[in-house]
């Protein structure tokens, strides 16, 4: 073992490997495809890559096993109280997120208590106006006049914090009519945006339908890929366990 507890042997193996397999990476670069020999051959390299590529993965594996297992049995050792504890935290906030949403709404209660108040206030003072311009008392009419334009309603304290605490609001929309939904972007009324495209299904109809895929707006295309499997190893291969 090294400093960073892998075993020396695995360090000059993935030095080696880093080696050969640069060597690959320049003459795949390099490779022209011209002929069916060509062709054949890289085919050929093709399957030998995918070797290196699985024995390379295996070596890693093997290094990592006892790692993990570690990591495995140090995280089912938090586990149990990690997860008390995250209990613990949701049930508090779900209590004060109820006491603050009461005190909120009792603070808009008294708000709208008091803005009635206040509106009473200004009625019962023009009413006074009113009559005392009926009597031609224009100053004292123009005074309550006046009073009553400048009546407000009583300042409600918000409710009080808990230190530490914070309150945030998140607001998300939930679609009541699809139908009308789909509608408005048709008119314009609602951007494009406002509606996902079902690219699962349109695939789907994609690989069914393939050229003959008849969707206004969607277009079918193919593309190629190359798959190999892993092939015979040649004087190159990299060395196993």
């Avoid at 030998?48 to 594996?61: G, H, V």
């Amino acid at each position: 073992m090294n400093e960073t507890g892998i075993e020396e042997t695995a360090v000059v193996k993935a030095q080696a490997a880093s080696t050969i397999t640069n060597v690959v990476l320049r003459e795949a670069e390099a490779l022209e495809i011209s002929s069916d020999a060509d062709f054949q051959g890289a085919a050929v390299t093709l399957r030998e890559i995918k070797s290196r590529w699985r024995d390379l993965e295996d070596e890693r594996k093997r290094i990592l096993k006892p790692l993990d297992d570690s990591r495995a049995r140090i995280m089912e050792l938090f586990r149990l109280p990690q997860d008390y504890l995250t209990r613990a935290e949701r049930v508090l906030k779900d209590k004060i997120g109820a006491w603050t949403e009461a005190q909120e709404r009792r603070r808009r209660e008294a708000e709208a208590q008091a803005a009635e108040i206040a509106r009473k206030e200004a009625e019962r003072l023009q009413k006074k106006a009113d009559r005392a311009l009926a009597a031609g008392h224009i100053e004292q009419a123009a005074a309550l006049e006046g009073a009553a334009d400048n009546v407000v309603a009583a300042e409600v304290p918000p409710p009080p914090k808990a230190y530490g605490t914070y309150t945030r609001e998140t607001w998300s929309a939930v679609v009541e009519d699809e139908l009308a939904l789909i509608q408005a972007v048709a008119a314009g009324t609602v951007p494009a945006v406002a509606i996902q495209v079902n690219m699962a299904y349109l695939n789907q109809r994609a690989r069914a339908d393939k050229d003959e895929l008849r969707i206004p707006g969607v277009r079918a295309v193919k593309e190629t890929s190359i798959s190999a499997s892993t092939g015979i190893r040649d004087q190159r291969a990299l060395p196993r366990r």
